[in-house]
């Protein structure tokens, strides 16, 4: 493979990363995930990489080891709920709840 093949490698890699985050983020549903992506293609240039459904991002990344964790974090911005925080269920610094 060339270098531009390598590098169009890591660019595909890089848009399922991004999809895979944003979905995640945001808590999309898979078919509000599907429609976005789907007017993302309708906009873009023929041949975009888009990938259309959300299996085909994952499955992309899974051979790379590459898999991503939910976490909740404060509305806030004061903490993440992972490692010794995963259980608590308000912030340690505002006291804003987790699911709220
Ligand atoms: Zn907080």
């Known amino acids: 493979m060339n270098l531009y093949g390598i590098a169009a490698q ?3 890699i890089i848009d399922c990363c ?14 509000s995930y599907v429609r976005i992506v789907e007017y993302g293609k309708s906009i873009l240039p023929e041949g975009n990489r888009l990938k259309e459904h ?7 990344m899974k051979p ?6 939910k976490i909740d974090i404060c509305p806030n911005f004061y903490m993440l709920y ?10 340690m610094t505002c006291g804003h709840s987790r699911y709220k």
């Open 10 to 12: 890591i660019t595909i």
């Open 64 to 69: 790379l080891g590459l898999g991503y964790q």
């Open 82 to 91: 992972y490692l010794e925080n995963v259980e608590l269920t308000e912030c």
């Open 18 to 31: 991004t999809d895979v985050h944003i979905k995640s983020d945001y808590g999309l549903i898979a078919a």
């Open 54 to 60: 959300l299996y085909a991002a994952k499955s992309m």
